[in-house]
């Protein structure tokens, strides 16, 4: 039998050329994440930054997982099933008989055939590379359609500015509701019933899906509900770490993607005609979710509509989580996490076949299952990326919470830290009344000498403060006398919270006071930080001295 060739039978600078050649483009690709890291820095964009560590996360767990297919290649070949068993969910109705391939000799010898071969163990090693190479395309297409998309809005916000756009909602012009520009646009008679409303809406996400008048209406109703009056807050900015926050999440493959990854191969074998159902679920998927948030926006109108016939300015809405599934705004972005992937996940299957089968291959051997799994793909990320996801970020903010990008990143990052520090200081303060709990009885008050306390904004000639620690006569008497060992008046006041989540509570107040003592005249970026709250509550302090 021939045998090839091994390393010590190649010349060394063959091996030096093959290293060169793959280490080259190892750092290079590095070099250039880091180039791009510190870019992103610069522009202030950190949560883009954290979406891109979760791409590079993604593609190190497919690496991982093409070096364990290569280690246990072997190992994998020499696992034998019954010929019953692999002759069952074959991908091609006219597959050659099993006894036509050369089998592992342990197998063969048994009567039995290999788990999979060497080879095919080569092709799906292949199809992980090409998935990892079909994600990264993904995401950069994700991101730039949702940045074209978002450069209207850019100028909006900067109408908001003039004047023009400040005497048109001026809130001392009152106006009927239908007669501003959001009422003309939902209060119409297709928005009262249902039927109509879900048609309408379901054609409106594809020719103007977020208008003028919705945009205004919408950034109206988050500034009233979450931001004060007097601060002149940069929606648009807000709008974009939003959506570099939605892409954070949407760049990740959890384990119930991947579980549909691999239900999507089971299905693409012969008897299930995936070509006919499968390239329409995401597409499904998207239309519905698409559709939902339009009726969310025409619902916030209603809603204001009936709420007041005449109204300051423009409609006021109200953020409400009753409007989205669930009462939860975030499972629609799983929705189009979802879609996302699967979607990649399409496109990639269908590139494999072909690099690999050509093609007409038994995977894809109608010409109507090559046009539909194309165009559909095609048609699915670019719907979902220039449409649906910023589309989502806008209607999002009309949830009853705010968002975590409404303050800046060094102050959610110290928020989380508090609340930790919070949780541990609680547990601790539990600990020891449990332990002052099962102490044994205190013995009787040792009378203490008085204490004195200079206290430290005290000047020098000023007296100390003393303070008489010893227990009164009355004290000492009713003590002696009481047989019980418990301390009668000296049991300190504790405040109770309403609730058992003291941690929550201190962070929502704090939370209030930034969003409450940071509002001022000055321009803001779109976010709170605590340095517009220390120089209110330093003018603050100055006015109480004068």
Known sequence: MDLEASLKYTPTWVVVGICFVLILPALLIEHGLHKLTKALERRR?????????????????????????????????????????????????????????????????????????????????????????????????????????IKRWKLWEEETKSMEFALSHDPRRFKLTKQTSFGRRHLKFWSKHTLTLWLVCFFRQFVGSVHKADYFALRHGFL???????????????????IDSDLKTVVKISIWIWIYALCFIIFNSNGFYPYYWLPFIPFAILLVVGTKLEII????????ANHAIIVPG??????????????????????????????????????????DFGFRSCYHNQLDDIILTIVFGILVQFLCAYITLPLYALVSQMGSSMKETILAD???????????????????????????????????????????????WSSPGQASTTMDLSPSPSTSRATEASTSPVL?????????????????????????????????RRHNDG???????????SAARSRRSN
């Open 297 to 304: 926006i025409t619902k916030m109108c209603l809603d204001g």
């Open 45 to 149: 964009r950190k949560t883009l930054n954290q979406a891109l560590y979760h791409v590079v996360a993604e593609l190190r767990n497919m690496g991982f997982m093409s070096l364990l297919l290569t280690i246990a290649r072997k190992p994998i070949s020499k696992i034998c099933i019954p010929t019953s068993l692999a002759d069952s969910f074959l991908p091609c109705k006219d597959a050659a008989p099993l006894g036509t391939f050369t089998e592992e000799p342990t197998c063969e010898n048994k009567g039995k055939v290999s788990l999979i071969s060497s080879q095919g163990t080569d092709q799906l090693q292949l199809l992980i590379i090409v998935i990892a190479i079909f994600h990264v395309l993904s995401c950069l297409l994700t991101l730039a359609l949702g940045e074209v998309k």
């Open 314 to 355: 423009t409609v006021r809405v109200k953020p409400n989580d009753e409007l989205f599934w669930f009462r939860r705004p975030r499972f629609l972005l799983h929705l189009i996490q979802f879609i996302l992937i699967q979607n990649t996940f399409q496109l990639s299957f269908f590139a494999w076949a072909w690099y």
């Open 410 to 456: 060094r102050v959610a990052d110290g928020l989380k830290n508090w609340r930790r520090r919070a949780k541990k200081k609680i547990a601790k303060k539990k600990k020891k009344k449990n332990l002052h709990s099962s102490t044994p009885p205190l013995s009787p008050l040792i009378p203490l000498s008085p204490l004195t306390v200079t206290e430290p």
């Open 224 to 242: 009233a509900f979450h931001i004060p009056q007097d601060c002149k807050f940069d929606f648009y900015k807000f709008l974009r770490r939003s």
């Open 527 to 537: 976010e709170m930080s605590f340095d517009f709250w220390r120089r209110q509550s």
């Open 488 to 520: 009668v008046g000296w049991r300190p006041v504790e405040f109770k919270y309403a609730s058992g989540r003291l941690e929550l509570l201190e962070v929502q107040r704090a939370v209030e006071e930034i969003v409450q003592h940071g509002g001022n």
